[in-house]
Structures are given as C-alpha cells and as structure tokens.
C-alpha cells in the first residue's frame, strides 16, 4: 500500500516537474517575444518621432507661403495623419 503511494506520489512529481519545465520554456518564449515588440515600439516611436519633426519642418515652411484657407486645410490634413500614425502605434502595443 505504501509503494503505490509512494508510485504515485513519484509520478505525480515527475508530472509537475514536466508542467514546470514546460512553463519555462513557455515563459523564456514569451519574454522573447516581449522584448521583440517592444524594440519593434521604440523603432517605430523612432521614426515617429523624426517623421514629425520633418512634418513640423515642412509646415512652417509651407505655412509662410499660404493664405489662411490653404493653412487650414493642410492642418486638417496633418490631423488626419497624427491620428492614422497614432492608430498604427496602439496596434502595435497592443
């Protein structure tokens, strides 16, 4: 009676000590991924970040140049934008 306790106390263990090592695994995968994306963030937030000073460049080059009108229109334009670039930066760190 005591062996087969003692059996199945034994498998029970190996079972647990396979699950873990199989989390490990999981968790080392995981992690990997994690650090994957959010270098694949910083990169973007990167361009992001140089695109819109380009932008800010641009505008205040463009914006000399235009009557009022002409100036409203391409802000809308440039919202538009910021608000696709920001739409593509939360897909990515979601």
């Given amino acids: ?3 087969t306790a003692l059996k199945n106390l034994e498998d029970k263990l190996e079972q647990l ?3 873990y090592q199989l989390l490990q695994k999981e968790n ?6 994690l650090s994957e994306t959010e270098m ?6 990167k361009a ?19 009557d009022e009108h002409q100036q409203q229109l391409l802000q ?3 919202d538009q934008y910021l608000k696709e670039i920001n739409k593509c930066l939360t897909l990515l760190e979601a």
Avoid: C, F, P, V
């Fill in 1 to 3: 009676m005591e062996q």
């Fill in 17 to 19: 000590l396979k699950k």
């Fill in 28 to 33: 080392k995968q995981l992690k990997n991924s």
């Fill in 40 to 45: 694949a963030l910083a990169k973007s937030q």
């Fill in 48 to 66: 992001y970040e140089a695109l819109q000073l380009k932008l800010d460049a641009g505008i205040i080059r463009a914006t000399r140049a235009m």
């Fill in 76 to 78: 809308n334009r440039i």
